[in-house]
């Protein structure tokens, strides 16, 4: 992260001569200052929200102002995917600018030292969702404001405070928006809803690169501009944060509280209690404009991996505001016309009176932070010698403690390694594979809603997921409140050490429970090198002792046409330290128990080239964490391919065809038998939840479906009253539970997982009916499938061992038919080798 300062902008900035022509705005308060800044209408020649504003635009205009202006510096918070720059403008006194390095010192001291100094901290941020981006245009127009009035309210707030703005936090998204919109904006502006300018094609501009909103993203940090908002977050330490989105166009103006029963229950009452405080701030400046607006309605404080939810449980109060959207330059509503301008003047009327609201309650905002902190920071915690904390394991993969571990860091969660294996309730906590989390830390809140498992709730209704318990989303053992000795623990990673290969090594193996061997694996077919999987478990002697391999685990002859011996073990050897993933040499093909590595059992697993359907009638996010798992976890060139063009697609190309949720009604007989074709060829069809209802129709799935219509009829509404329609049709609702899956270990689509049971996260009604095939059910739902977060009793009875996951055989080929998607949001870590090996794996099934 980056604070880009005054010098630095001045003899580096490059701006088109017309700009540096432009009407300037004067401070006059302080003739000290001598300086004029540009406003935003000067600077772009026309006026503001006339059209809508690229990203780069705003970079540009922000560095503008602060290469004008004293009161104005800049963070630099990394890049998005597309490699576009993130700046957040840092707007205070000049007092306070000249020295943000102790206020940014100041701030750190409130979670780590218990002590509330400096100025007030205010973020402001806009346009998370890139075709929401009213925001992030009023965000320009207030920077301006900010940096050259005279009014005493913005003297004070700047005296005391420092306001951080942060226009666009999906650069990607925003940019493809804008371009959509603008392409078909007329001279005459259209308001008809039908319009193009306001039917965006797929994907919409409303997630990033890969197709993930960024504001579920906030907790699991998948995407570099979470990231780097999360750090900055961490490293202002903001009092208040206001968080700027927009609504659908028939809607009129929301901001918090939402729902006071859909508050999370670890979320204070004294943060609720300011944010009504706050509300009447918002009340006031919308009022004055006329502007209708609800509150208490529609949204919750729930979810803490969104932008308004993971400051209430940082230290901070966050609020959350919605504008209806024109997605476009103006669009007709049940309301009457939305305009473009009216969403810029109407978020600009609530960013001053956060501010207004912030300046306030400035005493109620520190005394809340510091009392959230109290009795938290970590040097109460060190001086313990005996810490009681979560015991965690990842079973023999390194590679999950490392994304874990990350995760941590990045949340300011102190964490610890273990000098060596301890043993808790008859299990291994193993030295690479283990970590110990303290329970007393500055981060114990944030740490504890990470972990939260509940399945009791006042109201079951949820705008995003019920639960996110990373236990189960990364497949953990974990053990609460274990008591451990400073001594037995380390801030040092333990170090990764592969043993060297001899020259008498016939072959080198790999478990394939690490992570990390998916994506060693790619890179090694990538060069042509010749790679089998165990079909069954075995053993081989070394060291004289018996030493156990999984199903699955990965043979790399020595003895190779393409390379030499000694060549290929350098390749394998150097792969693996990078990757860090461990290898075992043998000198023998013998196993000492099971079968021998020349056995028929050991699968030659062939090259892949995947084609991933997208397009209109998919499902937007799914498609993405597909694409991001095949290209960022596998490092696999993945063939991306929109719907209408597959009639034009030679399916034979391609080893797998991978279908994400979706409806797709615009594809016909004549495909289907294509597909079925490409699966009795040889190909793979990998498809999960609403695919599947496709591939039943055409009568490429021979297990019965269940959709939502099975299920629903389960519920009784007999007696109920017209105002519990809500609540009745929240209960019929599946909003994201994790639900255990039984597994069958011996089946090769589950090789690499740990044991028979996998905790997955459920959040469409679908499931199958119990007529599978023999042999092709790879998992069912458990007994008792509810692990965390709220499904009725009538899903848990009813999918109560029925199948999850099916594996039918065709000809050659296979369909593998998922019922969730085992990737959610590319957290669920626990799960995602299923993919790997239904890509690997279940080629050579047939």
């Known amino acids: 992260m980056l604070r880009i300062g005054l010098a630095f902008l001045c003899a580096f900035l490059i701006l088109p001569a017309f700009f540096a022509a432009a009407s300037k705005t004067r401070l006059t308060d302080n003739p000290l200052y001598g300086v004029t800044t540009t406003s935003p209408e000067a600077f772009l020649g026309y006026p503001l929200g006339e ?3 690229r990203h780069d635009q705003i970079n540009y205009y922000l560095k503008q102002i602060a290469s004008e202006n004293p009161r104005v510096s800049l963070e630099q918070t990394g890049q998005s995917h597309e490699a576009r720059q993130q700046l957040t403008a840092v707007i205070t006194s000049r007092n306070n600018q000249a020295k943000l390095d102790q206020i940014l010192a100041q701030r750190q001291q409130i979670k780590y030292q218990g002590k509330q100094q400096g100025p007030m901290v205010i973020w402001l941020a806009y346009s998370i969702h890139g075709d929401e981006s009213s925001g992030a245009h009023s965000a320009i127009k207030l920077s301006h404001m900010l940096a050259t009035s005279e009014e005493k309210w913005v003297k ?22 804008s371009t959509w919109a603008n392409g078909y904006a007329g001279k005459i502006p259209v308001s008809d809803p039908n319009h193009k300018e306001h039917k965006q094609g797929w994907p919409s501009g409303r997630s990033n690169h890969y197709l993930a909103d960024l504001n579920r993203d906030w ?6 501009a979470s990231q780097g908002r999360v750090a900055l977050f961490h490293r202002w330490q903001p009092h208040y944060v206001g968080d700027f989105h927009e609504m659908g166009h028939n809607q009129t103006y929301f901001f918090q509280p939402g729902v006071p029963e859909r508050t999370h229950p670890l979320t204070s009452s004294e943060n609720q209690k300011i944010t009504a405080k706050l509300a009447a701030y918002h009340q006031a400046e919308l009022d004055n404009k006329k502007q209708r607006y609800f509150s208490r309605q529609l949204f919750d404080d729930f979810f803490y991996g969104k932008g308004s939810t993971y400051p209430d449980i940082n230290g901070a109060v966050g609020v959350l505001f919605e504008q209806a959207s024109a997605r476009g330059q103006q669009q007709d509503s049940v309301n009457g016309l939305v305009t473009f301008q009216e969403a810029i003047d109407n978020q600009y009327a609530t960013s001053i009176s956060s501010l207004k609201g912030a300046l306030a309650l400035k005493s109620e905002l520190e005394a809340y932070q510091a009392d959230f902190f109290k009795n938290k920071h970590q040097q109460a915690a060190k001086k313990q010698p005996r810490q009681a904390g979560l015991l965690v394991s990842a079973n023999h993969d390194s590679g999950r403690i490392k994304a874990l571990t990350s995760l941590l860091t990045q949340h300011k969660i102190a964490y610890y390694y273990l000098t060596h294996t301890l043993s808790q309730g008859g299990l291994d906590f193993e030295v690479n594979n283990s970590i110990f989390i303290p329970n007393k830390q500055a981060q114990s809140s944030l740490l504890k809603a990470m972990f ?3 399945t009791n709730f006042i109201d079951p209704t949820f705008y995003d997921i019920s639960t996110w318990n990373l236990e189960h989303a990364f497949g953990l053992t974990l053990r609460r409140n274990v008591k451990l000795e400073l001594s037995v623990l380390s801030q040092t990673q333990p170090t990764f050490t592969n043993e060297k290969l001899n020259d008498s090594a016939v072959a080198i193996l790999i478990d394939w429970r690490q992570s990390q061997a998916t994506l060693l694996l790619q890179q090694l077919l ?16 070394l060291n004289n002792k018996d030493v156990d391999f999984v199903a699955g685990s990965l043979q790399i002859p020595l003895k190779q046409d393409n390379y030499q011996a000694n060549e290929l073990g350098n390749i394998v050897s150097q792969l693996a330290s990078e990757l860090k993933v461990k290898l075992v040499a043998v000198n023998t093909s013998a196993a000492s128990r099971g079968i021998d590595l020349g056995s028929p059992d050991f699968e030659l697993i062939k090259p892949i080239r995947p084609l991933l359907i997208g397009g209109k009638g998919t499902s937007t996010s799914e498609v993405g964490q597909l694409w991001y798992y095949l290209d960022n976890v596998l490092g696999v060139a993945t063939t991306l391919v929109d719907i209408n063009q597959l009639s034009s697609i030679n399916l034979s190309d391609y080893s797998h065809v991978l279908l994400a949720d979706g409806r797709y009604q615009t594809l016909d007989e004549r495909f289907a038998r294509k597909l079925g074709q490409f699966a009795n060829d040889g190909g793979v069809i990998i498809a999960q939840k609403g695919a599947l209802n496709w591939l039943d129709k055409s009568n490429l799935l021979k297990a019965s479906l269940r959709s939502d219509r099975f299920y629903k009829q389960l519920f009784d509404a007999d007696g109920l009253t017209f105002d519990e329609r809500s609540a009745f049709k929240a209960k019929q609702a599946i909003g994201g539970a994790i639900v255990e899956l039984k597994l069958d270990p011996t089946h090769p689509i589950n090789f690499g997982l740990n044991g028979d049971r996998l905790p997955i996260l459920k959040n469409k009604v679908l499931g199958f009916a119990q007529n599978a095939a023999p ?6 739902y458990a007994s008792q499938p509810l692990l965390s977060g709220y499904l009725a009793q009538e899903y848990q009875s009813s999918f109560s061992n029925s199948p999850a996951i099916i594996v039918e055989s065709r000809n050659k080929g296979a369909i593998v038919a998922l019922a969730d998607n085992l990737l959610f949001r590319n957290i669920w870590l626990g799960s995602e080798k299923l993919y790997a090996n239904a890509l690997y794996f279940i080629p050579a099934l047939n």
Do not use: C, Y
């Open 526 to 541: 990538d060069r042509d090198i010749l790679v089998k999987f165990a079909a069954k478990p075995f053993s081989m002697q």
């Open 156 to 177: 004070e707030l700047l005296d005391n405070a420092v306001v951080l703005i942060t226009p666009t936090q999906n650069p990607d998204g925003f940019d493809r928006f």
């Open 219 to 224: 907790l699991f940090l998948r995407h570099p």
């Open 51 to 53: 059209r809508l504003l």
């Open 452 to 454: 939260d498992n509940r």
């Open 775 to 780: 042999f092709s059910i790879a998992a069912k």
